[in-house]
Nanobody, 118 residues
Framework: QVQLVESGGGSVQPGESLRLSCAASRTIASIYRMRWYRQAPGKQRELVATKSTIGSLNYADSVKGRFTISSDNAKNTVYLQMDSLKPEDTAVYYC????????????WGQGTQVTVSS
C-alpha cells in the first residue's frame, strides 16, 4: 500500500504561483506512474499532469506551459508547480499513483484546495 499526503494548496490571486507536494509513504523510485488530478465544484475530476517511470510527461491542454510535474526520489515526493494561475484553475487537487502497470487500482491522496481569485 501507498499513503499519499498532499500539501501546498491555498488562496492566491490570478497570475501568482503555487507548488503542491504529495508525500508518499514508500519509495517512489520504482512507481510506474504519478498523476495530478483536479475537481472543481460541479465538475468531473480532470487529469492535469502525468509523469511515468520512463520520464515521459503529459499535461492537459488547459495547463500546458503553466504547470510542471516533477518528483524527488530522495524525498519520496511528487510536485506540481503551478504558475500563471487563473480563476479556472480553482479546484481540489489530488495526487494519484499506480505502482505497477498491471495494477487495476490506484492510490489517492486526500486532496488540497487551490483557490484563484482577485
Amino acid at each position: 500500500q501507498v499513503q499519499l499526503v498532499e500539501s501546498g494548496g491555498g488562496s492566491v490571486q490570478p497570475g501568482e504561483s503555487l507548488r503542491l507536494s504529495c508525500a508518499a509513504s514508500r519509495t517512489i523510485a520504482s512507481i510506474y506512474r504519478m498523476r495530478w488530478y483536479r475537481q472543481a465544484p460541479g465538475k468531473q475530476r480532470e487529469l492535469v499532469a502525468t509523469k511515468s517511470t520512463i520520464g515521459s510527461l503529459n499535461y492537459a491542454d488547459s495547463v500546458k506551459g503553466r504547470f510542471t510535474i516533477s518528483s524527488d526520489n530522495a524525498k519520496n515526493t511528487v510536485y506540481l508547480q503551478m504558475d500563471s494561475l487563473k480563476p479556472e484553475d480553482t479546484a481540489v487537487y489530488y495526487c494519484n499513483v499506480r505502482q505497477n502497470p498491471w495494477d487495476e487500482y490506484d492510490y489517492w491522496g486526500q486532496g488540497t484546495q487551490v483557490t484563484v481569485s482577485s
